[in-house]
């Protein structure tokens, strides 16, 4: 084989390390920066027209003026407390938050207790639950005596933790 | 009962997985190429067996990606092309040095790479929560002491170069210290996470510095204390300097205390003076890193600086984009294909070569984080951060090493150098990434993985409200539920 080629390859090969390099960072750019919102208002009116077909708007976040709790999946996102920062993705079942290890959100708050309370969706809205709490779940300055509705960013707290949906 | 969203409008987070088998393929591509570049630099011709090691290599990387699609299908996506694309990259590198030295330690690299994958792949399908391994905290401390202490057994340990940590069972070496290195990330983050409150809160106060209590602080004190002082008895002090920076490294995350890692740093300057007096090894080491272009130090045998310096001088003489590789001369170097394997890279692939490891060692190191703070879990949290930090350490201390930064310790590059032991545990590491991360990305109605128990709180329940599904699947959640028994 001529050394021209060999070169050639051994360039090659440094290409290719680097595409491989930069492919794992374009993979990992959505989850750095979050998925890329449509731009222009005609892609987001395509955006909301796919996000009733269920099949279509695998990319881009709903915009901004949907409503719905639904368009999307909310998360959940702690505002203040330890944790704060942390957020999860809701999804169609309950999320139990809890100090217990078997609750989908494990909380780090010694006023938690270890099955605190529950969000679930309810015909086409979520409701957080308390699930007998020594000290109660708090939504606004309120405390919870029966399921209620929340909206997203409507502040729930629990102890020192105050948590919120986000569409 | 709840009256479930409109079918797909929830959508879960995008799992990646036809990116992964892509760029899983592509670090078959890459690392084949290499192989290939191998034999065409050192024999002028492409090795004979380059296609069925080329299957090889997108056989393990496809099952194992079959098996996290099938068991672990929210899992990063790109913890295992990353690992594929270094141990590749490795072999290809090991075969180099073999050529050059007619032995035959890629094929073995090779066996102990599959194991590796194996490995990963059952803890995938075996583990279906990590939080199951919080339950053996304390087994899995005692069981890492007591692979620690299998070297010493006369009979099944040996010497080797001085540092006592390997056990010979027939023809088969291994270095139980890469395993027990996990068992003792699990050790410390079922205690810490247990308890760093009272870590946290309880405590003599002293100059302006929070110290937990000794009860508190104790079994992980005798833990780190008993693995460390064996380590240091074996002579394997870059093993124990790796243990140590794991202890303050978890430490600090589980209490969010810099004191950590001021008293961390200290302890460790107290320990390096110490260890410098006492051990007449450490003292070489050191000497040979300040004055390694002596002509003294590098005369000097055994102990001197002739490895390093030949190390460096690959390194530049590889430049910025390297000899080619099988065109350098990385043999000349003593253990080239195993603690020196970064020169022997630097000098092949050239700086261009080193910084693209590099950052594919940042990128894993960054998942591992980013898998931490995605855990739902304290425990989670805690392992992924420790099994994490363990690799970049790693890196730190090798790579420091062979490019005269700090002193040089024996270690093995994470899945790039030859040793069995330490690439078995690796993949075994990237197989409990990938579980933890499953874990955590998968959506609440996905996340039931039904092997915990709801806990005591269905012994409370069932006394108050009569007997209930479940807590986790996310079934019932209807006004049903009552009482969980206050328990703050």
Request: charged letters at 15%; glycine letters at 10%.
């Amino acid at each position: 084989m001529s050394e021209f080629t060999v070169t050639v390859l051994r360039f090659a090969l440094f290409a290719l390390l680097w595409l491989f390099v930069f492919l794992i960072a374009a993979v990992l750019r959505q989850d750095l920066f979050g998925p890329r919102v449509a731009r222009s208002r005609r892609d987001r009116r395509r955006g909301r027209a796919a996000s009733e077909a269920p099949a279509a708007a695998a990319h881009g976040s709903p915009p901004p003026d949907q409503q719905s709790a639904f368009s999307s999946s909310p998360t959940l996102v702690v505002t203040s407390g330890r944790q704060n920062g942390f957020s999860l993705l809701m999804s169609a079942g309950q999320l139990t938050i809890g100090r217990a290890d078997d609750c989908g959100f494990v909380i780090e708050d010694d006023f938690a207790s270890s099955h605190h309370a529950r969000i679930y969706p309810q015909a086409g809205a979520w409701v957080v639950e308390d699930a007998g709490s020594t000290n109660g779940t708090y939504v606004g300055s309120a405390r919870l005596t029966q399921p209620t509705r929340i909206e997203p960013g409507m502040p729930i707290t629990i102890g020192h933790t105050t948590m919120e949906l986000r569409a | 009962m709840t009256m479930p969203p409109p079918s797909g409008a929830v959508r879960g987070p995008r799992k990646h997985r036809v990116s992964e088998l892509l760029l899983i393929l592509l670090a078959v591509i890459i690392s084949a190429g290499a192989y290939a570049l191998v034999g065409v630099g050192t024999t002028d011709e492409v090795p004979a067996n380059v296609y069925s090691y080329t299957i090889w290599l997108a056989v393990l990387g496809v099952a194992l990606h079959i098996v996290v699609w099938w068991r672990a299908s929210y899992a990063d996506p790109v913890l295992v092309p990353i690992a594929v694309l270094l141990n590749g990259i490795g072999l290809a590198m090991i075969y180099r040095i073999d050529m050059a030295l007619e032995s035959s330690a890629a094929t073995s690299q090779l066996v102990w790479m599959t194991l590796g994958t194996v490995l990963a792949a059952l803890v995938i399908v075996f583990l279906r929560d990590h939080r199951l391994l919080r339950r053996y905290t304390y087994t899995s401390g005692f069981a890492a002491l007591l692979l620690l202490l299998l070297p010493l057994i006369p009979g099944l340990g040996r010497t080797v170069n001085g540092a006592r940590i390997w056990i010979f069972i027939g023809p088969m070496s291994f270095q139980p210290g890469e395993i027990a290195k996990i068992l003792l990330a699990i050790f410390f983050a079922g205690y810490l996470v247990a308890y760093r409150d009272q870590m946290v809160l309880a405590g003599p106060k002293i100059l302006g510095l929070q110290f937990p209590r000794l009860r508190d602080m104790g079994p992980i004190l005798i833990a780190w204390v008993a693995s460390v002082g064996i380590l240091v008895f074996q002579r394997d002090l870059g093993t124990s300097l790796l243990y140590f920076g794991l202890f303050v490294a978890m430490l600090y995350v589980a209490t969010a205390k810099k004191t950590w890692i001021f008293l961390g740093l200290g302890m460790f300057a107290v320990g390096a003076l110490v260890a410098t007096q006492i051990f007449s090894h450490v003292q070489q080491r050191i000497d040979g890193w300040l004055n390694a272009l002596t002509a003294e130090e590098y005369n000097k045998t055994p102990g001197g600086s002739y490895q390093l310096v030949q190390g460096l001088f690959g390194m530049s003489d590889g430049g910025l984009v390297g000899n080619g590789l099988g065109e350098g001369r990385p043999q000349v170097v003593p253990y080239a294909n195993s603690d020196f394997i970064f020169a022997s890279l630097g000098e092949e692939l050239g700086l261009i070569g080193l910084f693209a490891l590099l950052l594919l060692y940042v990128l894993l190191f960054e998942r591992g984080m980013k898998i931490a703070s995605a855990a739902r879990d304290g425990f989670g949290t805690l392992f992924a951060t420790g099994v994490s930090f363990t690799i970049a350490l790693q890196c730190f201390i090798v790579i420091g090493g062979v490019t005269r930064l700090i002193p040089l310790t024996g270690l093995t590059t994470p899945f790039l150098a030859h040793g069995g032991s330490s690439l078995v545990a690796n993949w075994i590491i990237i197989g409990l990434l990938l579980r933890i991360s499953d874990n955590a990305r998968r959506p609440q109605d996905e996340f039931a993985t039904g092997v915990l128990p709801t806990l005591a709180v269905d012994e409370d329940e069932s006394s108050s409200t009569g007997t209930r599904p479940d807590t986790v699947t996310g079934g019932g959640a209807g006004p049903d539920h009552a009482s969980e028994g206050g328990r703050a």
